[in-house]
């Protein structure tokens, strides 16, 4: 395993191939040198960027797959399609993309450097299923079958701003830090929160958990 992974259990980055930490690795090289220059994350301790950031995100592929398999979308032709809005960085779309290369993911943010700096971590990695937007999500054209975010905005600001973008039997999955309870009864009508999930990140003394939302009345996909 790279030097810049062995801070990680082999709970969270052991499934990973040897091609894939590499890439994860280089990334979070990447992602330290341009953000020396662009701003691109607040954190500049590289042990707290492991915790913070990549293990954080490195949490939610379990439940990501899971959800993946058990909707039958990895059997899909096209292959199914995930909006990471409010990329900044790239947390969680391109660790996403490494590690879920069946997956097409496309980042979204509102600001240039960052999708500038996405682009040329999916060019230098060779990630042909990883695309960046400079636009606002409401902007944002197409159909995607899972949107996330990480630290974007409130639930209620998530899914009014994403809602056009569902494709069919698509979901959200929000990544939070405690339960956010308030954020929940502020959802309106038509949208079911129908699974709050905890997560355990390594080396982190934090609570986070996934909150996965779907529209009201939607079936889930058999």
């Known amino acids: 395993m790279p030097p810049v992974l ?39 301790d590289a042990p707290e960027m492991l915790s913070h ?20 979308w990895l059997d899909r032709t096209p292959a199914p399609r995930l ?14 993309a490494i ?8 980042c979204v943010d509102t600001v240039g450097k960052k999708a500038a700096f996405i682009r040329q971590v999916a060019a230098e990695l060779r990630l042909p299923n990883l695309k960046a937007e ?9 159909r ?8 974007f905005a409130s639930l209620v600001d998530f899914v009014n701003l994403t809602r056009q973008l569902l494709g069919e039997g ?4 929000a990544m939070k830090g405690k339960t956010p309870d308030e954020e929940r009864a502020e959802l309106p009508a038509d949208v079911q929160v129908f699974h709050v999930e905890p997560l355990h990140v390594p080396g982190l003394e934090a609570e986070r958990c996934l909150v996965w939302m779907r529209p009201a009345g939607a079936q889930e996909r058999p």
Request: aromatic fraction near 4%.
């Open 170 to 173: 698509a979901v959200w999955m």
């Open 6 to 44: 062995t801070q990680l259990t082999d709970e969270v980055a052991g499934a990973l191939s040897e091609a894939q930490q590499r890439q994860l690795a280089t990334y979070m090289v990447m992602l330290a040198h341009w953000n020396s220059t662009f701003n691109l994350t607040a954190l500049r």
């Open 144 to 151: 995607y079958d899972l949107i996330t975010s990480r630290a």
């Open 134 to 142: 400079h636009a606002r999500v409401e902007q944002l054209p197409g």
């Open 83 to 96: 909006l990471d809005v409010g990329s900044g960085g790239g947390l969680p779309g391109v660790v996403l």
């Open 53 to 72: 950031h990549l293990s954080d995100c490195l949490v939610v592929l379990q439940p990501l797959m899971r959800h993946l398999r058990e909707g039958g």
């Open 99 to 106: 590690c879920c290369p069946q997956v097409q993911v496309t």
